[in-house]
């Protein structure tokens, strides 16, 4: 790894961990003063996938060549935006630690290790960076997740502004995380001879992870707020028991698998 990436990295750790503990300091939202940690969480998230999403948009519209070429066709800052990347789920893994059980966060912590293992091998050798690129399309979905689940624990559901999320999430999920991770698979699939044993291994194990987290956040998110909408807030008095309420997170809307970071 060169100074300068080694740099991006742990300036971006602790840039996010900065972060976490800065926004303690900062008064949450109200509505939010049983789930503060997740408030502060989801903003710190939302904020690294601005920051990558945007950046994977315009460098793939700056320098196509990296989907072209994902193994060595890529511009010096774009291996510096990976590197960003490795410090955020770094930072976002020890918050995870430190503020929940094992039990209640090791699916979100599986994730974490498969991206900090591909990211970190393509830093630490400069290569397919490009092919890295192409993965942070997913943050633009993220984007809309984040903000999802941050409307959900602001209670803020159901609203126009949530059902309009929803859907953006629903579609964003389509267009930049399953399609992108298909273009991935089938790379390679198609440039297996040319890889290493171990790459492929490294490579498909993490797409394969982050593909079925993926397709059950979408199944979820369709089933929780689609197919099943949350009922209007002067309906929550005829609510009983286990029923679900407006202002409730669902089973969907507050598992691990929804607090998708990537």
């Not at 503060?36 to 950046?55: E, F, I, P, Q, Y």
């Not at 202002?247 to 698998?257: F, N, R």
């Amino acid at each position: 790894m060169a100074p300068t990436e080694l740099l991006a990295t742990g300036a971006s750790f602790a840039a996010f961990r900065g972060l976490h503990w800065g926004l303690k300091l900062l008064p949450a939202p109200g509505s939010t003063a049983q789930d503060r940690w997740k408030w502060r969480n989801r903003c710190v998230s939302l904020l690294h996938s601005l920051l990558t999403g945007a950046g994977s948009l315009l460098g793939l519209s700056l320098y196509p060549q990296m989907a072209s070429d994902p193994v060595h066709g890529h511009p010096f800052w774009a291996l510096v935006l990976v590197a960003v990347s490795v410090g955020y789920f770094l930072a976002d893994g020890t918050d995870l630690l430190w503020n929940q059980t094992l039990g209640q966060t090791w699916e979100l912590l599986c994730h974490h290790l498969a991206v900090v293992c591909c990211f970190g091998f393509v830093v630490l050798s400069g290569h397919y960076v490009g092919f890295s690129v192409v993965s942070l399309l997913v943050e633009v979905n993220s984007i809309c997740l984040h903000l999802r689940i941050l409307l959900l624990t602001s209670h803020q559901a159901p609203s126009v502004a949530f059902s309009v999320t929803s859907l953006a999430s629903l579609g964003t999920l389509v267009l930049f995380r399953l399609i992108p991770l298909g273009w991935m698979s089938l790379w390679i699939l198609r440039q297996h001879r040319q890889m290493p044993p171990a790459l492929i291994i490294l490579g498909g194990s993490g797409l394969f992870i982050v593909s079925a987290i993926s397709i059950k956040i979408g199944l979820q998110i369709l089933i929780s707020d689609v197919l099943q909408p949350r009922p209007h807030p002067s309906m929550r008095h005829k609510e009983t028991g286990g029923t679900r309420t407006c202002c409730d997170e669902p089973t969907a809307g507050d598992g691990s698998t929804l607090n998708l970071k990537h």
